[in-house]
C-alpha cells in the first residue's frame, strides 16, 4: 500500500522542530545576497506602488495625518531642526512653488478666505493682541529698564491710580525723564501735561498763580464789552 505525505506539514513540523537551525540559515542568506535582497524588494515595492497607486497614496496620507495629530510637538521640533540646517534650499522650493502656482494658489487663499471669514478674524486679532504686548514688553525694558512683572507690582502698589490727579486707569503711562529709568506711574493725561510744562517745578508754580488768580472770574473781551454797553 502507498502510502501519502503531506510534505507542506512535514515542512511545517521540521521549522518548528529546527527552529533555531531555520533562522540561522535564513540570516546567512540574507547576509549572502544583500543586494541581491535590496533590488527585489525596491523592484517589487515600485510595482506594488503604480499597480496600487490610488490605494497607497490614500492609505500614505492617512497615515501622516494620523501620525502628525499624534505627534504634533516632535513633528514642529523636526521641522524646526530641518528648517535651520536647509533654510536656504526650503526658501528657494517655496519660491518656486509660489511662481509655478501662483494664480491657483491666489484662487484657493480668496475661496478659504470667504469660506472662514471669523476664524481668520480671530487669529488676527490675536495676533494684532500677541503684537501689542510684545512691542510694549520691549518698550518697558529699551525705555524704563522695566519688567512687565516689574510695572505690573508697581501698578498694584499704587492700586491702578495716578500719582498725581489719583484717577483709575485701566493702563498706567510710566513716567520719566532719561532713559532706562522712571519715577513713577501716571495717566496719560498727566503725563502729557508734565512733559507740556517740560518736567518744570516753576512753570507748575506759575500756572497754579495764575489759576489761583483768576479763580471763579472770567473776562470779557473788549469787543463785547462795548456792545454789551451800547445794549
Not at 531555520?22 to 546567512?28: D, G, L, S, Y
Not at 536647509?86 to 509660489?98: G, I, Q
Not at 501689542?132 to 499704587?158: D, F, M, P, W
Amino acid at each position: 500500500m502507498v502510502k501519502y505525505y503531506n510534505v507542506k506539514f512535514d515542512k511545517k513540523i521540521w521549522r518548528k522542530n529546527n527552529l533555531e537551525r531555520c533562522r540561522e540559515n535564513e540570516r546567512k542568506y540574507r547576509e549572502r545576497n544583500r543586494d541581491a535582497i535590496r533590488v527585489r524588494s525596491r523592484e517589487y515595492s515600485k510595482q506594488y506602488r503604480e499597480r496600487n497607486y490610488d490605494r497607497v497614496r490614500k492609505s500614505s496620507r492617512d497615515y501622516m495625518k494620523t501620525y502628525r495629530i499624534q505627534n504634533a510637538e516632535l513633528v514642529k521640533k523636526q521641522k524646526r531642526i530641518y528648517y535651520k540646517k536647509n533654510k536656504d534650499s526650503v526658501l528657494e522650493k517655496m519660491r518656486l512653488y509660489y511662481r509655478k502656482n501662483k494664480v491657483a494658489r491666489l484662487a484657493y487663499a480668496n475661496v478659504y478666505r470667504e469660506c472662514n471669514r471669523e476664524l481668520i478674524n480671530k487669529k488676527e486679532k490675536a495676533k494684532s493682541t500677541r503684537k501689542v504686548r510684545y512691542n510694549y514688553i520691549r518698550l518697558l525694558k529699551l525705555r524704563y529698564g522695566l519688567t512687565l512683572e516689574e510695572y505690573t507690582q508697581l501698578s498694584c502698589a499704587q492700586n491702578n491710580q495716578c500719582k498725581i490727579c489719583g484717577r483709575h486707569v485701566s493702563r498706567l503711562c510710566v513716567d520719566h525723564k532719561e532713559k532706562g529709568s522712571y519715577r513713577g506711574l501716571l495717566c496719560s493725561t498727566c503725563n502729557v501735561g508734565l512733559g507740556m510744562f517740560r518736567d518744570s517745578i516753576t512753570y507748575l508754580q506759575s500756572a497754579i498763580k495764575y489759576l489761583k488768580a483768576y479763580q471763579g472770574k472770567q473776562l470779557k473781551s473788549p469787543k463785547n464789552a462795548r456792545s454789551s454797553a451800547t445794549i
